[in-house]
């Protein structure tokens, strides 16, 4: 059973636009994360954050910007979008800290022409 | 920073056959966690295996590892591999402040009948 929800599933996009991809996770916990998973499979963390709060901001172009309304939800936008964004961008959660099982959302696939 | 090695992209097995999957790692600081998470095809990686002991081995859905902080690895064995094992392994581990997980390029494991 999915708990924790992304959309949308497929964004094609063109080069310069602004995009946004949104998650939410119904399983309680107190953090979030955003993954970049590129064309290799290589899975790298962008952004952490606890209680609403950015804890880990990886070196990720400025582009990009997370954004948390509340511990339930994590969105990312990305303000003009660069042919090296295409990837698969997976949305985690997990309690409190990564040294617990992070439970990942299905990814939100986007692809810039 | 934190950096973990799985050196094969691709392992082939037969179906009935052990499996290894190597990871090693290298940490500045005292790590806390390592995880081994499997994505299947156009899955959400999930955790497969979780240790902080060293020196203890940890068992789950057939697959078993050891965490050997004076090898500084973890890796992945099966004794008997299934086709539905087929799927793409990440080995990661988690930091001190453990807001963020590092995983390695991941393996390919394909089981043939």
């Known amino acids: 059973e999915t708990a924790v929800f992304q959309t949308p599933n497929y964004h094609v996009t063109q080069v310069g636009n602004e995009v946004s991809f949104n998650c939410k996770q119904t399983?309680?916990?107190?953090?979030m994360y955003w993954y970049k998973q590129d064309s290799k499979k290589l899975l790298k963390i962008m952004f952490s954050?606890?209680?609403?709060?950015?804890?880990v901001n990886e070196t990720v172009p400025r582009r990009f910007s997370p954004q948390s309304s509340d511990k339930a939800h994590l969105n990312l936008r990305i303000k003009s979008v660069e042919p090296e964004d295409s990837a698969v961008y997976l949305c985690a959660s997990s309690w409190d800290r990564s040294s617990y099982e992070q439970y990942f959302g299905p990814g939100t696939r986007l692809t810039v022409l | 920073g934190d950096s973990v090695t799985q050196t094969e992209g691709l392992v082939t097995v037969t179906e009935g056959l052990p499996v290894k999957l190597n990871c090693t790692y290298q940490?500045?600081?005292?790590?806390?966690?390592f995880f081994w998470y499997v994505q299947y095809l156009n899955e959400a990686p999930q955790v497969l295996l979780k240790s902080s002991t060293d020196n203890k081995r940890t068992e789950h859905q057939g697959f078993h590892a050891t965490l050997h902080k004076s090898s500084s690895s973890f890796h992945l064995q099966k004794s008997s591999a299934q086709l539905s094992d087929s799927a793409l392994y990440y080995c990661?581990?988690?930091?001190?402040?453990?807001?963020?997980?590092?995983f390695g390029t991941g393996t390919s494991l394909l089981v043939d009948p």
């Open positions: 940490t500045t600081y005292l790590t806390i966690a």
């Open positions: 990661a581990l988690s930091d001190l402040m453990g807001y963020k997980l590092t």
């Open positions: 954050y606890n209680n609403k709060q950015l804890i």
């Open positions: 399983l309680g916990h107190d953090t």
